[in-house]
């Protein structure tokens, strides 16, 4: 069974700061990797996705990839209050469904 | 990118009665897939539905609870059936745009009493 696995938090950092959310997935296979922001009461949304090993940046969120270890991280650098939210990782092998890790609640203090 | 209206956004149901979910995509999709996140939880996947064919129930769910809609490619229907207050949670359907992204609904939050 495909897994995705990430610590369920939450993780606190203070405002200015680098959050540092990690995600480790089981099938080797996996080619594309994601990670959605999901604020409370509201639906899962794409904030990021990277599909070859290395680092890949978008304004303040990195995503890093290291397929061997077959592991993905998103850093939110200056970290803001606003990114107060859970943060799913999810992994797709090509024909066949996206499995979502449970999520890790982090929370920016002021 | 998919844009995914979902209907109703939430609604309070007496037990033992049944709702029925709605969900419309602007485009064509192979699949729609439906979950259930209960409070504090993350995504369970429901079911995958197929146009022209029954749904795919995964462990845990079965036809008869959860019967589930596909006439066409851009909509979807699932119902909760019989009702129980464990039934309380938010119902998400998404679809997957193959390696590009999966897109979700704006969920249904759902209060059994």
């Known amino acids: 069974q495909k897994e995705v696995e990430q610590n369920s938090g939450p993780l606190s950092v203070p405002e200015g700061a680098i959050a540092s959310l990690n995600c480790t997935y089981s099938d080797r296979g996996s080619q594309s990797f994601f990670w959605y922001r999901q604020y409370s009461g509201k639906s899962p949304e794409l904030i990021m996705s990277?599909?070859?090993?290395g680092d890949k940046e978008d304004g303040r969120f990195t995503a890093q990839l290291n397929k061997a270890s077959q592991y993905v991280s998103l850093l939110i650098r200056d970290s803001q209050p606003s990114d107060s939210a859970t943060y799913l990782c999810?992994?797709?092998?090509?024909?066949?469904?996206?499995?979502f890790g449970p999520g890790t609640r982090l929370s920016v203090l002021p | 990118s998919a844009v995914i209206s979902q209907k109703p956004s939430r609604d309070i149901c007496q037990r033992g009665t049944s709702l029925t979910i709605q969900c419309q995509v602007d485009s064509q999709v192979t699949m729609m897939f439906w979950y259930r996140q209960q409070p504090g939880q993350s995504l369970t996947l429901i079911a995958t539905a197929n146009q022209g064919s029954e749904a795919t129930y995964e462990s845990g769910f079965v036809i008869d609870k959860f019967p589930i809609s596909r006439p066409n490619l851009t909509f979807s229907t699932l119902t909760v059936s019989n009702m129980s207050p464990e039934d309380s949670s938010i119902y998400l359907c998404?679809?997957?745009?193959?390696?590009?992204?999966?897109?979700f609904g704006q969920g249904t939050r759902l209060t059994v009493v």
């Open positions: 999810a992994v797709n092998t090509y024909g066949q469904n996206f499995v």
């Open positions: 998404s679809v997957e745009l193959g390696e590009v992204a999966a897109f």
């Open positions: 990277i599909y070859s090993n």
